[in-house]
């Protein structure tokens, strides 16, 4: 009988999270939906930046109904007026900035090889998680410099770690330029208190992947050494300790979590 690694959902370390401010980029849904949980849980207040300010304001109101002070800071995380409008708005709400996740971005789909990638496709993917964290990452700065504490995570992803399934070069190009702005940016910050680190998640169960066919959907999970895909609470999990002040001396890293595949397999 296969006995896989199960998730695990009870938890008693002190994080060190209660009242610090976090924004999470792209957190109405999927993976920073279960951030802006996580860290509201541990007592953290929350800034949810989302392009969908509907489903921001949803998810703003099931924060609250957990007793989380959370608000929603709609707008455009690719936008460089739009993210200094809303951080300045965020720093004047909450007092103060402690935490960045960021997490917004876009689906691999409609995939393209280089050769036949429109300009306007590679420009929307790069600019929808790279330049997103540039933007972002470089407006909290400032913010985190003043408590002389901070925390940026980045969402990387196994199709860059994994070297790149075909068709997604401009989604693995975007998550390899993350990490390096977190690494580089992780040497700036660290006398400040502040680290910046990325993490790597297999397939995780979100929307961005009900794309996908059954079939696919059944390769993945049969391809993965722990036989499914990741929750998005275990996602969750690892961004809260990577934001704890327990997590003080992991800087500059890239963390995979995706079951122990790392590499994609042929066969799709
Ligand atoms: N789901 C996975 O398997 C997986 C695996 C590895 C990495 N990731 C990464 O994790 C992050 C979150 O993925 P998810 O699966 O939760 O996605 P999702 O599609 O469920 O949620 C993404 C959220 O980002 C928002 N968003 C998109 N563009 C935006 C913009 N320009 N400004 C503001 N908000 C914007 C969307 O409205 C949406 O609410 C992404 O960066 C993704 O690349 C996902």
């Given at each position: 009988?296969?006995?896989?690694?199960?998730?695990q959902?009870?938890?008693?370390?002190?994080?060190?999270?209660?009242?610090?401010?976090?924004?999470?980029?792209g957190?109405?849904?999927?993976?920073?939906?279960?951030?802006?949980?996580?860290?509201?849980?541990?007592?953290?207040?929350?800034?949810?930046?989302d392009?969908?300010?509907?489903?921001?304001?949803?998810?703003?109101?099931?924060?609250?109904?957990?007793?989380?002070?959370?608000e929603?800071?709609?707008?455009?995380?690719?936008?460089?007026?739009?993210?200094?409008?809303?951080?300045?708005?965020?720093?004047?709400?909450?007092?103060?900035?402690?935490?960045?996740?960021?997490?917004?971005?876009?689906?691999?789909k409609?995939?393209?090889?280089?050769?036949?990638?429109?300009?306007?496709a590679?420009d929307?993917?790069?600019?929808a998680?790279?330049?997103?964290?540039?933007?972002?990452?470089?407006?909290?700065i400032?913010?985190?410099?003043?408590?002389?504490?901070?925390?940026?995570?980045?969402?990387?992803?196994m199709?860059?770690?994994?070297?790149?399934?075909?068709?997604?070069?401009?989604?693995?190009?975007?998550?390899?330029?993350?990490?390096?702005?977190t690494?580089?940016?992780?040497?700036?910050?660290?006398?400040d208190?502040i680290?910046?680190?990325?993490?790597?998640?297999?397939?995780?169960?979100?929307?961005?992947?009900?794309?996908?066919s059954?079939?696919?959907?059944?390769?993945?999970?049969?391809?993965?050494?722990?036989?499914?895909?990741?929750?998005?609470?275990?996602?969750?999990?690892?961004?809260t300790?990577?934001c704890?002040?327990?997590?003080?001396?992991?800087?500059?890293?890239?963390?995979?979590?995706?079951?122990?595949?790392?590499?994609?397999?042929?066969?799709?």
């Amino acid at each position: 009988m296969r006995r896989p690694p199960r998730r695990q959902k009870d938890k008693k370390v002190d994080f060190g999270l209660k009242e610090k401010v976090a924004i999470i980029t792209g957190g109405a849904r999927g993976i920073g939906y279960a951030d802006a949980s996580a860290l509201g849980a541990e007592g953290a207040r929350i800034a949810i930046n989302d392009l969908d300010a509907e489903a921001g304001a949803t998810a703003v109101a099931a924060l609250r109904a957990k007793g989380i002070d959370a608000e929603c800071f709609a707008g455009d995380a690719t936008d460089e007026a739009t993210v200094k409008r809303l951080v300045d708005a965020i720093a004047l709400r909450f007092g103060r900035v402690d935490i960045l996740v960021n997490n917004a971005g876009i689906g691999v789909k409609p995939a393209y090889k280089v050769e036949e990638m429109p300009v306007e496709a590679w420009d929307k993917m790069i600019n929808a998680h790279m330049r997103s964290t540039f933007l972002w990452s470089r407006a909290v700065i400032p913010h985190m410099r003043a408590n002389g504490f901070g925390r940026i995570v980045s969402m990387c992803s196994m199709n860059f770690t994994g070297g790149g399934r075909p068709g997604v070069s401009h989604y693995a190009a975007a998550k390899a330029g993350i990490l390096g702005l977190t690494q580089t940016m992780s040497k700036e910050v660290a006398d400040d208190g502040i680290t910046a680190n990325a993490i790597a998640p297999g397939y995780v169960e979100t929307e961005l992947i009900a794309q996908f066919s059954p079939e696919m959907r059944n390769l993945i999970t049969k391809q993965n050494p722990v036989g499914r895909m990741c929750h998005p609470d275990e996602v969750a999990a690892l961004i809260t300790f990577l934001c704890s002040t327990q997590a003080a001396f992991i800087n500059g890293e890239l963390i995979c979590m995706d079951g122990g595949r790392r590499d994609f397999y042929w066969g799709n």
